[in-house]
């Protein structure tokens, strides 16, 4: 099964979070959304996505400015990851991720991976939450603190047994 692990980040706080999966999921292939095509993705058979949110509670410039339409989802595995900032964007907590996964929901995409628990984390709102739960790994480095490449470990290793 081939599996690419994508990602899109302006200050790189995202991209070190993709390499860290990377680092524990070697047989997949890391690439910058910046520099991909949909051509490029739809031949992959899983897809690892990560965004940050920016602009309170919008995408990663990158993210916006790729023709999501032109993926193929349907059936196709794909995890999530997202990266926030609770504290300075409590109303648009991760919003991002969540964009990214009703998009991805809509094409037909099965969403596999653990979702890590709401109740770590204080905000007031967030697209990142779904009955209840994370769609997928949200990641506040300021509240991970030490945890943070532990809790990445774990994620994958869950992730790569769904792949
Ligand atoms: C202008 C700006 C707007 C942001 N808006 C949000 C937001 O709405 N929600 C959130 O959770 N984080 C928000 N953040 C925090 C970023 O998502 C966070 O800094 C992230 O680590 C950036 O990822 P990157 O280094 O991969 O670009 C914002 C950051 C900036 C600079």
Redesign the pocket.
Known sequence: MSVAII??????????VAKLIKSHFQEADLIDIAKATPEQLNAYDGLIIGT???????L?DDWAEFNKDALELNGKKVALFG????S??KS?????IGILHELFVKKGAKIVGDKNPVGKYSFES?KAVADGKFVGLVI??EVEGGSLEESIAAWTKNIKSAF
């Open positions: 990602y899109g980040s302006t200050k790189g706080n995202t991209e070190g940050p949110t920016y602009y309170d509670g919008e990663q990266i926030g900032s609770q300075r964007h648009t907590f991760s919003d991002g967030s506040d480095k």
